[in-house]
């Protein structure tokens, strides 16, 4: 790194716990002996902004308080942690069900505002990097265009997903 560098890391939390070495435990976990070298995915912003994303169902009843209940996602890695694409034309959002699970977001296009229901409110646009809360309620606003990278840990995403 020939210059100043920073990155924003997202480890599983078992594996963190259970990593071997002083090194280990800074900068991630040792992996089971006997699996292949891993690789590493590349997310570019400017490619995930033009992927096509698969339409998902309606959001229930009740769910959208404004706006069009239209959207979209692509699983891009499931490993210990899912990294995915999510997309939605504008909407307003009500999340009365606490969050599911903890969901790390980096903003792709559009904003979003977050308002939980302590009366808090948040705004995020591009570039910006967020966590939901396993548990949050609140209003989830996308008054654009919405475009988000998430990252959420496989074994809670596959037991609220499905």
């Known amino acids: 790194m020939p210059s100043p560098f920073r990155e924003l890391i997202v480890v599983e939390t078992a594996a963190w716990n259970q990593s ?58 499931e490993g210990e942690v899912v990294a995915a694409l999510y997309g939605a034309d504008a909407a307003r959002l009500t999340v009365a069900a606490p969050f599911p699970y903890d969901e790390y977001v980096l903003v792709l296009q559009g904003q979003v505002v977050l308002t939980s229901d302590d009366g808090s409110s948040q705004t995020f646009g591009v570039g910006d990097g967020f966590l939901v809360p396993k548990g949050w309620t609140g209003t989830w606003d996308m008054p654009e265009q919405y475009l988000e990278k998430i990252v959420v840990e496989t074994a809670a995403w596959n037991e609220a997903e499905g």
């Not at 090194?23 to 997310?43: I, M």
């Not at 959001?59 to 069009?68: K, S």
Request: glycine share 6%; no cysteine; hydrophobic share 35%.
């Open 20 to 77: 071997e070495s002083t090194f280990a435990s800074t900068f991630g976990s040792t992996r089971p002996t006997g699996e292949a070298d891993p690789k590493v995915l590349p997310l570019r912003v400017d490619t995930l902004r033009e992927d096509t994303l698969e339409a998902l169902p309606p959001w229930p009843e009740g769910v959208v308080v404004t706006g069009v209940n239209k959207h979209a996602q692509k699983v891009l890695h």
